[in-house]
């Protein structure tokens, strides 16, 4: 059974960092590029960033380029998403999904930026 | 970027009875490689999403056929025919035809 399982979220000051990781199983985590998504508390669905299957290749949206990196450990089968320089806007569900079709979504990681 | 519209934003429909939902881009999603970059995904209430339909027309693992989606390089539709209990939520269309990706804003489907 496939299963991604995020970690790492809470509750965090402006300006400050975070970092997420999604660990992966049931599937072999090497072959599929993976993305991170994100969910503002009831708001739709929003793309973050992505990085290719062997990590050679990340893309981010605009509003976290160079605040964020996407990363991965494909020993460890294991996604991460550093956060910095934390925006309350930032505030959000954060999900980690298999592959370019997203077939397959973790439970969500919270992430709150407040003071 | 590339700006998806739905409609409706809700819809109520009667167990049984089927559903559309539109999906319209703001530009092609027809890729070079002929492959139409559209996809849905349904959110159940306090649930994360899943994928339904993947390059417009084919649907995913363990999706039942009662779920079907067509259209053309703009326009798209979802329909949902003889609707159940477990379709009630939200549902997304999405493009991965260049980045950023974008998602519509979503459809909430409910039961009468």
């Known amino acids: 059974e496939v299963q991604l399982v995020e970690s790492g979220g809470g509750l965090v000051q402006p300006g400050r960092s975070m970092k997420l990781s999604c660990a992966a199983s049931g599937f072999t985590f090497s072959n599929y590029g993976m993305a991170w998504v994100r969910q503002a508390p009831t708001k739709g669905l929003e793309w973050v960033a992505t990085?290719?299957?062997?990590?050679?290749?990340?893309y981010y949206r605009d509003s976290v380029k160079g605040r964020f990196t996407i990363s991965r450990d494909n020993a460890k089968s294991t996604l991460y998403l550093q956060m910095n320089s934390l925006r309350s806007e930032d505030t959000a569900t954060y999900y980690c999904?298999?592959?370019?079709?997203?077939?397959?979504w973790g439970q969500g990681a919270s992430v709150t930026v407040s003071s | 970027d590339i700006v998806l519209t739905q409609a409706p934003l809700s819809v109520s429909v009667t167990p049984g009875e089927s559903a559309s939902i539109s999906c319209r881009s703001s530009?092609?999603?027809?890729?070079?490689?002929?492959?139409?970059?559209l996809y849905w995904y349904l959110q159940r209430p306090g649930k994360s999403p899943q994928l339904l339909i993947y390059?417009?027309?084919n649907l995913a693992s363990g999706v039942p056929d009662r779920f079907s989606s067509s259209g053309s390089e703009t326009d798209f539709t979802l329909k949902i025919s003889k609707v159940e209990t477990e379709d009630v939520g939200v549902y997304y269309c999405?493009?991965?035809?260049?980045?950023?990706?974008?998602f519509g804003a979503g459809t909430k489907l409910e039961l009468k």
């Open positions: 390059q417009m027309s």
């Open positions: 530009k092609s999603l027809l890729s070079s490689k002929g492959i139409t970059s």
């Open positions: 999904t298999r592959g370019y079709k997203m077939d397959a």
């Open positions: 990085i290719s299957y062997d990590g050679s290749s990340t």
């Open positions: 999405g493009h991965r035809l260049e980045y950023p990706y974008t």
